[in-house]
């Protein structure tokens, strides 16, 4: 079956019509299509999306952000204090809160995506307006082909990763800032780095792994810390990309290699980290790669594969949250199940309270899990 790769619609005229389609969150070609412009009041264009039909804007770009804001405003009116069952939010359990907080971001993934804004095969916007965009399309996208169309959330988001790029992340530990690609997770979370930075290192270590660098940013902390060759592995050609960026613009390219690759390189080192993503559930969406772990793919292959790339001596630091654990999503009893089936042990552990804003806000509706939440940095032996 050929997938088709094109958005279809019909002009005013009645004319046929179709450009590109382009989603960074995968989301399928949409079948119904209706044109909309600044006359379209904001009610209609809410049950429309709602219903599942794109709105294809053909008005005054500022006019599609503030109608935009006027969905959102629809959605944050739906009531929230009780679900299916007829539970108050007080009575869900820590999964029950966590999948349907799932559900409500998938639903507003849903109406907000029906907003969809055209490009020119140079990433330009042809409308009133039209914001300059090249430079963010082109990062996320790379060079155009043909004209196509996006949703303008997925543009928001763009601009957005753009401006983080442009201006970066302040690491203390690394007296310099790390700047994060579009699709690659930005080290915001700074507790993780701090204990990385901080943890005692194996004696005698001059290599080290890190599995699943992103950014580059542990690689480079590692790197910081006087260790003479550190590998840096990913799979993701944007997170390739970015470490390898992040660590040339730090002055320690000499240091880190970055390299393409499922998990650990060939070799053993004295010191692997891995932070893989701390959640096990399906991501929706590229940057939710960082988050979300589906079946703790990651977590398991790291701690399975860990003793045989570990040198004599050598440690494995592992930084997970517990986060996954205060949802119900995984027990302590199963990390220590896949930690001995490992061949490891334990032989120390360093915890860190979270200090991002969502720890201390009690409308979060993960407000339980997250005030709980420890970040920790597991010292892993191999049991010889």
Known sequence: MTVDTHLHWAQADGSPDSALWRSEA??????????????????????????????LWQGDFQNARHLLQALMRRLDRQPRGRNGAGKDAAELT???????????????????GALLIPFNADHTVPLRRGP???????????????????????????????????????????????????????????EYVDLVAKAPLPAGVTTAFDIGTGTGVLAAVLAK??????????????????????????????????????????????????????????PSSPIEYAVYDPDSRMLRGFLSGLAGHLADGGEGWLILSDLAEHLGLRTRAELQGWIDGGGL?????????????????????????????????WRLAAVR
């Open 26 to 55: 995968a989301v399928p070609v949409p079948k119904r299509v209706r044109l909309i412009d600044d006359t379209t009041p904001a009610d209609v264009a809410y049950k429309l999306a709602c219903e599942g039909t794109a709105l």
């Open 94 to 112: 820590a999964g029950d809160a966590f999948n349907k907080h799932r559900q409500a971001q998938a639903h507003r993934a849903r109406v907000l």
């Open 132 to 190: 300059d965009v090249q430079q963010a399309c082109l990062e996320a996208y790379g060079p155009g082909t043909e004209p196509y169309v996006a949703t303008l959330r997925e543009l928001l988001g763009l601009v957005g990763a753009h401006e983080w790029r442009k201006k970066g992340v302040d690491i203390p530990a690394l007296k310099g800032r790390i700047h994060a690609h579009y699709g690659v997770f930005s080290p915001v979370r700074g």
């Open 225 to 282: 810390r006087g260790i003479a060759k550190v590998i840096a592995t990913d799979q993701d050609p944007r997170a390739l990309a970015c470490a390898s960026a992040n660590v040339n613009r730090l002055g320690l390219g000499a240091s880190v290699t970055v390299l393409e690759a499922d998990l650990f390189p060939e070799g053993t080192a004295k010191l692997i980290v891995c932070n893989p993503p701390w959640v096990p559930a399906r």
């Open 345 to 377: 042990k334990v032989v120390g552990r360093l915890d860190a309270r979270p200090h991002h804003p969502k720890a201390s806000d009690p409308n979060d509706p993960l407000h339980r899990a997250r005030a709980a939440e420890v970040t920790s940095l």
